[in-house]
């Protein structure tokens, strides 16, 4: 297993330099730049702060004196929030979005193992038929447009939620709830299915035909094996959570990291957009590393290679 670990973690390692040096290359194919956007900036002033921050050099210069500072552990000043270094801001940002990616993911996970069991507990009947048109909704609708819907109907109609900011629990309900839809449906489906191909193995008719209960046949033997594309499903629902909060967080106004990558993104600032992509690159091959351990610890079976 150690042996594989090191494998991942230099494949980890060689996936952040090509994200690293797509991102940085591709910033500067944008048209524009980060100090254009001011008013009555003069040509001198403007000179000046390219200067500054190294902007007046090569690209090819640039890079190398960005992957030389980031060696240090260094990821540079933001060019528009003036005094506050990119760690600063992703240190600030990150619990809010971390919070609502967590609560999102245990939700998820939550309601699409106990939703999936049983449909596939009541398979063919109303239960099933409800939940499978459930989670079929729950896949189509796309994540801007389930976050207006929800804003709408519970913050602005019916005046139940709020819709900005993270002040109280109760802020969390809509962001939570907008991000757990489509992972939760997505896991449902999937634990139906694999619940279903586990209960033709040869191993549960006998176990059915010894006198066990189908409950415990279902929770206790076939819901285990079931259970391994879900875990294996946790790094790209990670991906998903992290991703789809860039929108949720610009919606409902939430000062998490992902609105300041938009941020950043829109304002040309180079040092922050670099810097949130590479936390976000480092979280998701981390996750991902984590779900095929987890995979290895629930069935010894499956060997890592």
């Not at 944008?30 to 040509?43: A, D, L, Q, T």
């Not at 004196?65 to 003036?82: F, T």
């Not at 999936?116 to 048109?133: E, H, K, Q």
């Not at 819901?223 to 875990?231: C, G, H, S, W």
Request: charged share 15%; proline share 6%; aromatic share 8%.
């Amino acid at each position: 297993m150690w042996f594989y670990v090191l494998k991942r973690i230099a494949a980890a390692i060689l996936t952040l330099f090509v994200v690293i040096t797509l991102t940085f290359f591709l910033m500067f194919l944008i048209p524009g730049g980060p100090f254009e956007s001011e008013k009555s900036v003069s040509p001198s002033t403007l000179a000046a702060l390219e200067a500054r921050y190294g902007l007046d050099q090569p690209v090819a210069v640039q890079y190398r004196n960005y992957l030389a500072g980031l060696l240090r552990g260094d990821l540079g000043p933001s060019l528009k929030q003036r005094g506050r270094m990119v760690s600063e801001i992703i240190a600030q940002g990150f619990p809010a979005s971390a919070r609502i990616g967590g609560a999102a993911v245990s939700a998820a996970v939550c309601a699409g193992i106990l939703l999936g069991t049983v449909s596939a507990r009541f398979r063919d009947r109303w239960p099933d038929r409800l939940i499978s048109a459930a989670a079929a909704a729950g896949i189509s609708a796309p994540g801007f447009v389930l976050t207006t819907v929800l804003m709408v109907v519970f913050g602005v109609k019916l005046r139940l939620l709020p819709t900005m900011g993270l002040s109280s629990p109760a802020h969390y309900i809509l962001p939570v709830l907008s991000l757990a839809v489509y992972p939760a449906s997505y896991l449902c489906r999937l634990i139906r299915a694999s619940l279903l191909e586990t209960l033709e193995q040869e191993y549960l008719r006998t176990a059915a035909a010894n006198g066990l209960s189908p409950a415990r046949i279902l929770f206790r033997h076939a819901l285990r094996n079931a259970l391994l594309p879900a875990i294996a499903y946790l790094g790209p629902l990670l991906a998903y959570t992290l991703t789809g909060s860039f929108v949720v967080e610009k919606i409902l106004t939430i000062p998490g990291l992902g609105s300041e990558l938009i941020r950043a993104i829109s304002s040309r600032d180079y040092p922050l957009i670099m810097g949130t992509t590479i936390f976000l690159a480092s979280l998701m091959v981390l996750m991902n590393l984590l779900s095929d351990l987890l995979s290895r610890l629930v069935d010894p079976r499956i060997r890592l290679k």
